[in-house]
């Protein structure tokens, strides 16, 4: 590539080390067009916006310097890299996912650490590179992958990480994590919301029973689209779903994706 002095606008740019989340919304397309211009629906959606910039809130709090670009369901979430902060920020981008399956959505993507430039105006860079490549050729299902050639991540041991296939990811759909979360700063009245949308006793003082509602929730959630959706690359991203979440609420129906 030949370059001009002329075309050097920036003057010159450096590389940062960053934690890079890359994300979709899975279905978004199909959101909008159903909602049309109906003010409640399009009030649904804007959640999805509304709960990234929570999220992003929270891991600034603890790491000065992250940023979020948006377009449409492309969503890109990074912080400057700090080893103390590394779970922490992960453990961010799991609540982030859980909450947005609350509502019924839901997110596939990627993590990865690496050079970037991420402010209020740009976002570029082999991270984000990486993370895109990971979302798009291996994510395949509801969930977010961890990038396995970053040696950081795998001295991460935590209730929101699990493994398949060789690929580790981010799973908060588990009664150990939304309990420890119940147990901090979680938002009761979420609970209760969620408890009555799903016919269920009211809320309990026992942690592992709210959980256990919430976590009903979100197969609630799941069943709804197997029972609506007609692609079969839909169907199985949320059969894949459903027969990970079901063994956990003592549930031995499997759903076949065919």
């Known amino acids: 590539m030949v370059m001009d002095e002329s075309e050097l606008q920036y003057g010159e740019l450096h590389y940062e080390r960053r934690i890079v989340a890359y994300f979709d919304v899975l279905g978004w397309r199909s959101e909008i067009e159903q909602a049309g211009q109906d003010a409640r629906k399009i009030a649904r959606i804007a959640i999805v916006p509304k709960t990234f910039g929570q999220g992003v809130s929270q891991i600034s709090a603890q790491t000065p310097g992250a940023h979020l670009t948006s377009f449409s369901d492309n969503v890109v979430v990074s912080a400057p890299y700090k080893i103390d902060r590394l779970q922490s920020s992960l453990d961010s981008l799991a609540m982030i996912q859980l909450r947005l399956a609350f509502a019924g959505f839901w997110l596939r993507g990627a993590i990865t650490i690496g050079p970037l430039i991420h402010n209020q105006d740009l976002v570029f860079g082999p991270a984000l590179n990486r993370a895109y490549e990971l979302e798009s050729n291996h994510a395949k299902y ?3 992958l961890i990038d396995n050639n970053i040696e950081e991540f795998s001295k991460i041991d935590a209730d929101f990480v699990h493994s398949e296939s060789g690929w580790r990811f981010t799973d908060p759909f588990d009664t150990n994590f939304i309990n420890r979360k119940m147990s901090s ?3 009761m009245e979420l609970v209760a919301r969620l ?4 016919n269920a006793a009211a809320p309990t003082t026992s942690p592992r029973a709210s959980a256990e509602v919430l976590l009903g929730s979100v197969l609630q959630r799941v069943v709804a689209e197997l029972n609506n959706t007609t692609r079969q690359e839909d169907r199985e991203k949320h059969v894949w779903l459903f027969n990970r979440i079901a063994p956990r609420l003592g549930i031995s129906q ?3 994706s065919a």
Not at 195 to 198: E, N, R, S, V
């Open 142 to 144: 509801p969930r977010i």
């Open 185 to 187: 700063n979680f938002d």
């Open 195 to 198: 408890t009555k949308t799903a």
């Open 254 to 256: 499997k759903w076949d």
